[in-house]
């Protein structure tokens, strides 16, 4: 059996100009982080002449056309490695959690497919064949940022250009920064999951039609992920927590139904328990909210009191790869 472990991440400035409706026209700038929460894709060989795939629902079907899960069936049409296969995946975390779950699973499924032929892949390549397959081949209104940091992991910058060159940079961070963030960034479960290409259609749509109001937004939050990038270098993680506030005030004016009364009830009993920044991670609506905060204590102790679940974590710097190998 061979399995292959791909990190989840948390976007931590610039989520949004990763979408190619935007940076093919302005360019983008998305720092990301890889975290020690994964996805799993297990391949094993079986004595049938069939397909048998086990994620939260189970198929089996004499052909990969039959495969009803999308990203599964244009992986296997795209690497025919025949029937006779059995193909599990698990996951730490809950799909639709805004964790970037769909790019870790398509970029796993395709590391898996890669090791099983025996065939070296980069990491690069690796993230833009996802890219493919979600973006081009499914027609999804996502954006890149989740299949290149499933890919490279770390603590990483991308910058989309307009010709659809992604430049990554990880960024030069001292162990005492390092410390200084999985001590003080905390991550709660709002307890809702969502469609992140609900939300993400909108912002494609108006995009496409140059809606004014939608670029100046994004340009503004691709700036931030820029100066995010350089606080973070410096070690200044208050200025770094002071960016994300900024952030979540402008990704809250960028498409309907960004936020709800809950969240936002939660956001301001954040703050004033001690956070100094958060937002929402992931397109919005749902999923996990990120705080930095110099009193973990205090701020844990009262979102406690309002039943939300914290997930600690630590970065991940070896991005997706391949643990077991029978």
């Known amino acids: 059996m061979l399995i292959t472990r791909t990190p989840l ?25 890889a975290i020690d929460k994964y996805i799993f894709i297990a391949i094993n060989r079986t004595f049938t002449d069939d397909y048998f795939i086990k994620y939260s629902d189970m198929e089996r079907t004499r052909s990969v056309a039959e495969i009803r899960h999308p990203i599964v069936r244009e992986a296997l049409s795209m690497h025919d490695v025949g029937p006779g296969l059995e193909l599990v995946s698990l996951a730490d975390i809950p799909s639709g959690t805004g964790l970037g779950s769909s790019g870790s699973f398509t970029v796993g499924l395709l590391r898996a497919l890669y090791a099983f032929k025996r065939e070296h892949v980069a990491a690069g390549e690796l993230a833009e064949e996802a890219c493919r397959i979600e973006i ?28 659809g060159h992604v430049q990554v940079s990880p960024l030069m961070i001292s162990q005492a920064t390092l410390h200084d963030l999985e001590e003080h960034m905390l991550l709660f479960f709002t ?17 496409e039609a140059g809606d004014t109001a939608m670029i100046d937004n994004l340009a503004s939050i691709a700036g931030i992920g820029r100066r995010i990038k350089d606080a973070l270098e410096r070690g200044d993680t208050l200025e ?10 402008l ?27 958060g937002k929402l991670v ?11 905060t110099p009193e973990p204590a205090r701020l844990r102790l009262a979102l406690a009191r309002e039943s939300l679940s914290e997930v600690r974590f630590h970065f991940d710097f070896d991005g997706s790869t391949t643990v077991t190998r029978g």
């Not at 307890?191 to 995009?207: F, H, I, N, P």
């Not at 770094?240 to 005030?249: G, K, P, T, V």
């Not at 809950?262 to 301001?268: E, F, L, P, R, S």
């Open 9 to 33: 991440r948390i976007s931590l400035g610039g989520g949004g100009t990763d979408l190619p409706s935007y940076y093919l026209r302005h360019g983008g700038v998305v720092v990301s982080a």
């Open 136 to 163: 081009d081949r499914l027609g999804r209104s996502g954006g890149k940022q989740d299949q290149y940091i499933a890919s490279y992991g770390g603590i990483t910058c991308f910058e989309f250009s307009t010709d």
């Open 191 to 207: 307890g809702y999951s969502r469609d992140a290409d609900t939300m993400l259609t909108d912002q494609r749509q108006k995009t």
């Open 240 to 249: 770094f927590a002071a960016l994300m506030h900024e952030h979540w005030q």
């Open 251 to 277: 990704k809250r004016r960028r498409t309907p139904g960004m936020s709800t009364s809950a969240t936002d009830g939660w956001h301001d009993l954040a703050m004033a328990n001690g956070a100094l920044g």
């Open 282 to 292: 992931g397109a919005g609506a749902g999923g996990f909210l990120l705080f930095y």
